[in-house]
């Protein structure tokens, strides 16, 4: 989920990663390849042999039959290609059951032993079934945000944009999410973050919200989606108004420059501070006026955990005193905020996002729909974030008196939007890391960011 406010620390940003081979389309993710040549039906046949030793002219050549390509994620039935929009499995698409692999980093200095090390690989082999968890969560993260990349267009609702991202990766999950516990085993991972120009984070339409994508806007995407509780957190930056244009590439390069500092062993306050300088020593001009990007100083990355999108672990985005280090086998989401404003956030508009907290009290509820809700939260969502459009879609209606009650009982947290002063732009870019034992992937990596 897009970012985690604490107030007085200073988070981090990242920096620019290496341009991925990572795919954007699953379609695209395995190759087609030719059958090898050496068939029977390849082969000449040989000509009877005629006086003298030449071959009969009675006897000709068989033609070469072309052959065949097969189709990406060959080997089961079902299309092989995604649609548009995205409605296949992914699973129909990888038939074999392996999903592509990010963008592999191996460690650096102390830490370069690690990608030979026999032990360490031992350790990466164990957890190959988490690891391909991950794989289907970013390739489906890849596809859904490919196809919303191409037809997000200005004049669009950002209920429907919203509408859009979730019913995909809902449709190539396989999880629909209506039958109770099914979203807890997969699909959307959480609320879709729809972020428009001063507003930084956690802003997703409520029903009946009319708000319109203008052209002039800088939009925020931020969506997750999640196998088993493994949560892949991945947004980007979209403005059709090239004037932004730094604005996006200074936060970028935060988020790539993070990404490369990260590691295991490796302090947060040294990520933050290479975030801030890569970040900072870029300028935009805007209307005849120019900018100074600035790190939004109170929003940072975090550590992810199963069923659980903030862990407990913060990664700054200023340079600070956290001398908290990665670990091995930790995920985290290294997202970046860059702002034109004052680079400093607080809570306004309406909530939409909301999680129940995962050591939430056991405390007594005398409103009786907080008692029901929480019934309906905790069978369909656990401990994973919700909006207030998904508690609709399970046909729930009159629960705000009960919602609130249940934030007020510190059994559920609300979410509020994020802004900083209007007027101001604000950007982001996000991926999500797994620190395996022998080499750093950068699992969210795609050919676009």
Same mark, same amino acid.
């Given at each position: 989920?897009?970012?985690?406010?604490?107030?007085?620390?200073?988070?981090?940003?990242?920096?620019?990663?290496?341009?991925?081979?990572?795919?954007?389309?699953?379609?695209?993710?395995?190759?087609?390849?030719?059958?090898?040549?050496?068939?029977?039906?390849?082969?000449?046949?040989?000509?009877?042999?005629?006086?003298?030793?030449?071959?009969?002219?009675?006897?000709?050549?068989?033609?070469?039959?072309?052959?065949?390509?097969?189709?990406?994620?060959?080997? @089961?039935?079902?299309? %092989?290609?995604?649609?548009?929009? &995205?409605?296949? /499995?992914?699973? #129909?698409?990888? =038939?074999?059951?392996?999903?592509?692999?990010?963008?592999?980093?191996?460690?650096?200095?102390?830490?370069?032993?690690?990608?030979?090390?026999?032990?360490?690989?031992?350790?990466?082999?164990?957890?190959?079934?988490?690891?391909?968890?991950?794989?289907?969560?970013?390739?489906?993260?890849?596809?859904?945000?490919?196809?919303?990349?191409?037809?997000?267009?200005?004049?669009?609702?950002?209920?429907?944009?919203?509408?859009?991202?979730?019913?995909?990766?809902?449709?190539?999950?396989?999880?629909?999410?209506?039958?109770? @516990?099914?979203?807890? %085993?997969?699909?959307?991972?959480? &609320?879709?973050? /729809?972020?428009? #120009?001063?507003? =930084?984070?956690?802003?997703?339409?409520?029903?009946?919200?009319?708000?319109?994508?203008?052209?002039?806007?800088?939009?925020?995407?931020?969506?997750?989606?999640?196998?088993?509780?493994?949560?892949?957190?991945?947004?980007?930056?979209?403005?059709?108004?090239?004037?932004?244009?730094?604005?996006?590439?200074?936060?970028?390069?935060?988020?790539?420059?993070?990404?490369?500092?990260?590691?295991?062993?490796?302090?947060?306050?040294?990520?933050?501070?290479?975030?801030?300088?890569?970040?900072?020593?870029?300028?935009?001009?805007?209307?005849?006026?120019?900018?100074?990007?600035?790190?939004?100083?109170? /929003?940072?990355?975090?550590?992810?955990?199963?069923?659980?999108?903030?862990?407990?672990?913060?990664?700054?985005?200023?340079?600070?005193?956290?001398?908290?280090?990665?670990?091995?086998?930790?995920?985290?989401?290294?997202?970046?905020?860059?702002?034109?404003?004052?680079?400093?956030?607080?809570?306004?508009?309406?909530?939409?996002?909301?999680?129940?907290?995962?050591?939430?009290?056991?405390?007594?509820?005398?409103?009786?729909?907080?008692?029901?809700?929480?019934?309906?939260?905790?069978?369909?969502?656990?401990?994973?974030?919700?909006?207030?459009?998904?508690?609709?879609?399970?046909?729930?209606?009159?629960?705000?008196?009960?919602?609130?009650?249940?934030?007020?009982?510190?059994?559920?947290?609300?979410?509020?939007?994020?802004?900083?002063?209007?007027?101001?732009?604000?950007?982001?870019?996000?991926?999500?890391?797994?620190?395996?034992?022998?080499?750093?992937?950068?699992?969210?990596?795609?050919?676009?960011?």
């Amino acid at each position: 989920m897009a970012a985690k406010v604490n107030e007085g620390l200073q988070k981090f940003a990242l920096d620019n990663p290496k341009k991925s081979n990572g795919i954007s389309n699953g379609a695209a993710s395995n190759g087609a390849e030719a059958e090898p040549d050496g068939s029977d039906d390849d082969k000449d046949d040989e000509g009877a042999v005629g006086e003298g030793g030449a071959p009969s002219a009675a006897k000709k050549k068989k033609k070469r039959k072309p052959k065949k390509k097969k189709a990406a994620g060959s080997g @089961g039935g079902g299309s %092989k290609i995604q649609s548009d929009p &995205p409605r296949v /499995l992914l699973s #129909n698409l990888f =038939a074999n059951g392996e999903y592509p692999q990010g963008e592999i980093v191996d460690y650096r200095n102390e830490n370069s032993y690690r990608t030979t090390n026999g032990e360490k690989r031992h350790l990466d082999r164990m957890k190959i079934d988490w690891l391909n968890d991950y794989r289907q969560a970013a390739e489906t993260h890849r596809q859904v945000r490919h196809w919303a990349q191409k037809n997000i267009k200005p004049g669009q609702t950002l209920t429907e944009i919203a509408e859009g991202i979730e019913d995909s990766v809902r449709a190539l999950t396989g999880h629909n999410g209506l039958e109770e @516990g099914d979203n807890i %085993k997969g699909g959307v991972g959480f &609320p879709t973050g /729809l972020n428009l #120009n001063h507003i =930084a984070a956690h802003y997703s339409p409520n029903a009946g919200n009319k708000t319109v994508l203008q052209y002039e806007d800088v939009m925020k995407v931020d969506f997750g989606v999640h196998i088993n509780g493994w949560i892949v957190d991945s947004a980007w930056t979209l403005a059709f108004d090239p004037v932004y244009d730094n604005l996006l590439n200074a936060v970028k390069d935060g988020t790539n420059t993070g990404i490369k500092e990260a590691g295991i062993d490796v302090r947060m306050s040294d990520i933050g501070a290479a975030i801030q300088e890569a970040m900072e020593s870029y300028e935009v001009e805007i209307g005849g006026q120019t900018y100074p990007v600035k790190c939004i100083r109170n /929003l940072n990355g975090h550590d992810i955990i199963q069923n659980s999108i903030h862990g407990g672990k913060s990664v700054p985005i200023v340079k600070g005193g956290d001398q908290t280090k990665m670990e091995e086998g930790e995920v985290f989401a290294i997202e970046t905020f860059g702002s034109t404003g004052k680079g400093y956030v607080r809570d306004d508009l309406e909530t939409s996002h909301y999680a129940k907290k995962p050591d939430a009290p056991n405390v007594p509820l005398r409103v009786s729909s907080a008692r029901s809700l929480l019934n309906v939260i905790t069978k369909n969502f656990g401990t994973l974030p919700f909006c207030r459009r998904y508690l609709d879609r399970l046909g729930q209606d009159k629960y705000l008196l009960g919602l609130n009650n249940l934030v007020s009982s510190g059994i559920v947290e609300a979410y509020p939007p994020l802004v900083d002063i209007k007027g101001s732009y604000t950007a982001q870019f996000e991926h999500t890391i797994l620190l395996r034992p022998t080499v750093k992937e950068v699992i969210s990596r795609g050919d676009d960011y």
